[in-house]
DNA sequence: GATTTCACGTA
DNA sequence: CGTACGTGAAATCC
């Protein structure tokens, strides 16, 4: 069943083969969807060309389960994030996408007839159906049902060839729809706490470009008064920070942060200059601009979010959401009446990486809570020293304190270890690899040795990150079914971290509700391997109040 | 004015 | 010379 929305007409049509199931505004349309949903225990697969086309349908009230997102399984097909219907359409039905016609660019030679067939003699789609003045009216809007629905059975046929590639493009069109729902909802802000996280590192909001200069002025005088002689630096350029610092008697090559961080004590102003660092981030990515530009009326931060990225596949989000400092985690709270149920993966990559390798003996180690714990007995080394290797082997790293422990990786875990290795391997000679839930990842052909080995260290991390994103989401969206019932509604997706905002009464069984998901989830993910994922989770009233 | 580089926040 | 992303300011390139 295909749904196709004109959202400047708020009209809607459903489409099943050539009958033209329902037809009209977008509340008669959602009544009609709400009820094919809901008569039957299998509700229908509802493709469509792009979740963000039926976001009319959402904030109507709809609630759907399954989905088929022809641009989600096109960037699962081919990789990258390059998705736009001509693309889609040539690669779907097997044609050369490079020779395929070149897009309208709204002059003089866009000289088509009155009524374009949306597809050429050739196969390929017309430039003329790519632009929205094309989608008027009914019967063009039923059209371009029709073509998703051939596109989606034609990608069916391609992802079936992939091991995994139906139930993942499944879960990524559930992704692409809930990306929708948290572009909708937002995450509920307690303002006053944010507007005094804001203020005392930006200082009070300012009304002028006068005041904001002043405060701005304020924060460079705390580290520029603990330079004397130095005091016209601009903080903001590297290179004058360094030669600040060498004034002062510091010798750095690099002002970065982490770099910076052992000379804390060796003069106040590296002290002064840190702080006013992340204060300065603040003032600047996260100030007052920032709150105004995307925290609406109704104390909810939102942000653009994508289902894919254009690498191995995680969710990324906009408006700094995959990205609030630490601090100012404590102003995102549950709105009256709520609580946050908060769930983080423990140790995912890893335990990723046993399923994906079918690694037995990483796999007997994931049966720990701590599986880190568990390698260091194996290896015979300290705790640290095992995750140290772990991490490094998933990364590429080959310098370092992990060396040694590496080789007695190789031994212990020799099935994981030969599938990173192989991994590498494709990406520093220029191919491509496949997640385990089928999506393509592509590789730029490199010829400089350096480049290929930064290849091989992407595609040796992107088989690892990608499958881990895949059963993410796979958790997030039965999460998602499962909390429909109790109200509540997925606020933020951070990797391998849910955030659930529900009614206060529904809070236990919501939390109850995300670990069930995780084992459900994850059993259909890895078909059954004997692998166990973990989950920290817990009922809180603000995001900081989770890590210990 | 648009693009690139650096720096830094998160996982 | 360990991966990815988004964001803003300054530098750089037209």
Redesign the pocket.
């Known amino acids: 069943m295909a749904v196709a929305v004109d959202s400047a007409q708020q009209h809607a049509v459903l489409v099943r083969d050539t009958v033209v199931v329902a037809a009209g505004g977008i509340t008669q349309v959602a009544e009609a969807m709400q009820r094919l949903e809901q008569a039957v225990d299998d509700p229908p697969r509802w493709v469509w060309w792009k979740a963000t086309d039926i976001r009319p349908l959402r904030e109507a009230g709809v609630w759907l389960r399954r989905s088929w997102d022809v641009r989600e399984a096109h960037r699962l097909i081919a990789g990258g994030l390059h998705a736009e219907p001509d693309l889609i359409w040539a690669i779907a039905h097997g044609l050369d996408p490079t020779t395929r016609p070149a897009r309208r660019t709204g002059d003089l030679f866009d000289l088509d007839d009155d009524d374009p067939a949306p597809v050429r003699s050739d196969g390929y789609l017309a430039p003329a159906a790519l632009d929205p003045e094309w989608l008027r009216g009914e019967d063009r809007l039923c059209t371009w049902a029709r073509l998703a629905l051939e596109a989606a059975a034609l990608q069916q046929g391609l992802l079936q060839a992939r091991p995994h590639g139906l139930p993942t493009a499944a879960a990524e069109s559930g992704a692409a729809l809930l990306c929708v729902e948290l572009e909708q909802h937002g995450l509920p802000i307690d303002r006053r706490r944010m507007e005094q996280l804001i203020e005392a590192a930006a200082g009070p909001r300012p009304l002028t470009d006068a005041d904001a200069a002043t405060s701005r002025a304020a924060r460079d005088a705390s580290v520029l008064q603990r330079a004397p002689g130095f005091e016209r630096t601009?903080l903001?350029?590297?290179?004058e920070v360094k030669r600040m610092l060498h004034g002062v008697g510091v010798r750095v090559d690099?002002?970065?942060?982490?770099h910076?961080e052992p000379y804390r004590r060796t003069h106040p102003v590296v002290d002064a200059l840190l702080d006013w660092?992340?204060a300065e981030?603040i003032a600047?990515?996260y100030g007052w601009?920032?709150l105004e530009r995307h925290v609406g009326a109704d104390d909810r931060l939102r942000?653009?979010w994508?289902a894919c990225?254009?690498?191995?596949g995680?969710m990324?989000?906009?408006?700094?959401l995959?990205?609030?400092?630490?601090p100012m985690r404590d102003a995102v709270a549950a709105a009256p009446g709520h609580l946050l149920v908060r769930a983080?993966l423990g140790q995912v990559e890893p335990r990723v990486l046993a399923v994906v390798s079918g690694d037995q003996g990483l796999a007997r180690a994931t049966i720990a809570d701590d599986l880190y714990a568990e390698v260091a007995q194996q290896l015979s080394v300290d705790r640290q020293t095992a995750k140290?290797a772990v991490?490094?082997a998933m990364?590429?790293?080959?310098?370092?304190p992990a060396a040694g422990a590496l080789e007695r990786m190789e031994r212990s875990y020799p099935a994981a270890m030969q599938f990173l290795r192989d991994a590498a391997a494709s990406g520093e000679r220029g191919s491509a690899v496949t997640t385990y839930g089928g999506r393509l990842i592509p590789v730029s052909p490199a010829t400089e040795p350096?480049a290929q080995r930064?290849q091989g260290?992407?595609t040796r991390?992107?088989v690892v990150?990608g499958a881990a994103a895949e059963l993410f989401k796979a958790w997030a969206l039965t999460a998602r079914d499962a909390l429909h019932p109790l109200d509540g509604l997925i606020v933020l997706c951070?990797?391998?971290?849910l955030l659930v905002h529900v009614p206060r009464a529904h809070a236990d069984a919501a939390a109850h509700a995300v670990h069930e998901a995780l084992q459900a989830a994850a059993h259909h993910w890895s078909e059954g391997a004997p692998v166990r994922f973990v989950a920290d989770i817990r009922i809180i009233e603000r995001w900081s109040q989770a890590k210990d």
Not at 236 to 239: G, L
Not at 309 to 312: I, S, T, V
Not at 494 to 497: A, N, P, R, W
């Open positions: 601009d903001r350029n590297p290179a690099d002002t970065r942060a982490h910076l660092r992340k981030r600047t990515t601009s920032w942000g653009s994508t990225d254009g690498g191995a995680r990324t989000a906009g408006a700094g995959h990205s609030l400092p630490t983080d140290i991490l490094a990364y590429g790293q080959t310098t370092g350096a930064a260290r992407f991390n992107a990150q951070l990797h391998d971290e």
